[in-house]
């Protein structure tokens, strides 16, 4: 899932585009099979084929398990101080004698300055945290706000952070949002009377109005939970006991054997590129999340399911929300060749690691990059240089190939036609559109069976797309959400590769398929 930010400030949606994510009803994704035109260039070692599940595949995806997406399961945030205040969080400081807000002049490159009475983009600064109270600001432009000069003149124009970068956010005891902001000189910021902000106040405080270092902070837009947020969050130290517990308790064996027994053929897995470097990942990353996926092939092959591994998370984020790990709302991914090798790296770490398990049905390239930012030529080459990374490992393991969010859903179609054992990746979505907003559930179950089905035809024709819908329709009944359901599975059932519903659990009832299952809401039997 993901966000498509539309307004100025760019709030970031609690998932946009993923697998799938409901907030009132299943969600399901279809595959069909590409086209199997062998590529003379490519001649992969003798490899077993995947000996299970037989096409179309009913799959089940085990979201928020391997890359935390804190909406999926709260908790894991909750033991972080100042959780409030995460990688990415945007923030706005009002002083509370000038009643003026501190602005990047033009977005940053320049002065920082505090004579503006309306916040919008100018005055929005996204935080990257050192510690619970230390934090590099970030203005609009990317630059960062820090001291340029020796007498304390607050400016942003650094690249990248450092020393002069740092600040400290001192919160008032009685009033969280009332804070004073500690320059790396020693001194407290200040909005004087000319404009200019400068850290050159050293005095104690009684958090009045009255006082010039006093400023008003406002948080805006959503906030990023991700496996970023969480491990910086916490601090690698403290993250580590958290997720490892995690990935030991949230999905274990007992859930591929409700899986297998529920009528599903296979798991889709969403992982990060810092798996490739486990047991030591970049900081602020943890590492054992490899042991976690190991298991699940172990138990996947005992309960005869196969495994879709999806990278879900690449560096330097293809999209700018939480489950693609990004920071603070960047996207930099296909920006540089370094970083396209990178991920060709990652896929050919996954695929030589798992290419002799009878579970591996297929490698998913990325998920859901966004378009213009990630440019068609930019995937097309990495997906080429991926699918040969699969492929030299194993000539039977599937290859998918998302369709980027906000481009064509077709774009693709020449690149894959011609690829053996490719397969395209697209989402639909209804949850995030207003035009959805006042649709009964008939009005959603009639999309569905028209718009979605007659799309899905036209791509399944030539190579096939992984679809996934969600719904949004306020007070839905039982009823109402087992029909949908039906209608989802009868259209996605015209995939001659499958499909696959997001997420295995959730937080959210109507989003955790177990719990869909076991309250009749659904039936994958039969």
Excluded at 112 to 120: E, F, H, M, P
Excluded at 232 to 240: F, L
Aim: glycine share 8%.
């Amino acid at each position: 899932m993901g966000c498509r930010g539309g307004a100025r400030l760019l709030p970031l949606v609690r998932r946009l585009c993923f697998v799938v994510v409901l907030l009132c009803a299943p969600c399901l994704c279809s595959v069909s099979a590409a086209k199997r035109t062998p590529r003379p260039a490519v001649k992969p070692p003798p490899s077993p084929a995947p000996a299970y599940p037989a096409l179309p595949v009913r799959a089940v995806c085990l979201g928020g398990w391997l890359v935390t997406e804190g909406w999926i399961l709260p908790p894991l945030f909750d033991g972080i101080p100042n959780k409030d205040l995460l990688d990415g969080t945007q923030v706005q400081f009002k002083s509370a004698l000038r009643k003026t807000y501190i602005t990047a002049d033009q977005g940053g490159g320049g002065a920082v300055l505090a004579n503006r009475t309306l916040a919008s983009d100018w005055e929005t600064f996204k935080l990257w945290r050192i510690n619970e109270t230390t934090f590099n600001f970030r203005a609009p432009g990317g630059q960062f706000v820090g001291i340029g000069a020796s007498d304390g003149i607050i400016v942003a124009t650094a690249t990248a952070p450092a020393l002069p970068e740092t600040f400290q956010i001192v919160r008032c005891p009685f009033d969280k949002d009332r804070v004073r902001i500690k320059a790396a000189n020693g001194y407290f910021v200040q909005a004087i009377a000319t404009g200019e902000v400068i850290a050159d106040y050293g005095e104690p405080t009684r958090w009045s109005d009255w006082d010039a270092s006093v400023f008003l902070m406002t948080k805006v837009g959503q906030q990023l939970q991700g496996e970023y947020q969480l491990c910086n969050g916490y601090g690698t130290d403290k993250a580590a006991p958290v997720l490892r517990d995690h990935w030991n308790t949230y999905i274990v064996e007992d859930d591929f054997k409700f899986i297998a027994s529920s009528g599903l053929t296979a798991v889709r897995i969403p992982v990060g590129w810092w798996i490739a470097s486990d047991p030591n990942p970049p900081a602020p990353y943890v590492g054992g999340s490899l042991q976690a996926l190991d298991n699940a092939f172990k138990w996947a092959e005992k309960y005869k399911l196969g495994v879709i591994i999806d990278l879900h998370a690449a560096p330097g984020s293809q999209n700018p929300w939480e489950h693609s790990s990004s920071r603070d709302g960047t996207q930099e991914w296909g920006t540089t060749d370094a970083n396209i090798a990178q991920t060709v790296q990652v896929i050919e770490f996954l695929a030589s690691r798992y290419a002799t398990s009878p579970s591996l049905f297929a490698v998913e390239l990325m998920n859901e990059p966004l378009a213009p930012r990630a440019t068609l030529e930019s995937l097309t080459r990495y997906y080429r240089d991926g699918y040969d990374a699969v492929r030299r490992h194993s000539p039977a393991a599937y290859v998918v190939m998302s369709n980027r969010l906000s481009g064509n859903k077709t774009e693709l179609l020449p690149f894959a036609a011609g690829l053996q054992g490719a397969v395209i990746d697209v989402h639909y979505y209804t949850v995030f559109n207003s035009m959805f907003s006042n649709f009964t559930v008939q009005q959603n179950i009639d999309f569905v069976r028209t718009n979605f089905s007659g799309e899905l035809a036209a791509v399944t024709t030539q190579n096939g797309p992984l679809t996934f819908v969600e719904w949004k329709v306020p007070n839905a009944t039982k009823e109402e959400y087992q029909k949908y359901a039906a209608a989802q599975m009868s259209v996605y059932g015209q995939a001659t590769f499958g499909w696959s519903y997001w997420t295995v659990k959730n937080a959210n009832n109507h989003w955790d398929l177990e719990w869909m299952i076991k309250n009749g809401y659904i039936s994958l039997k039969g």
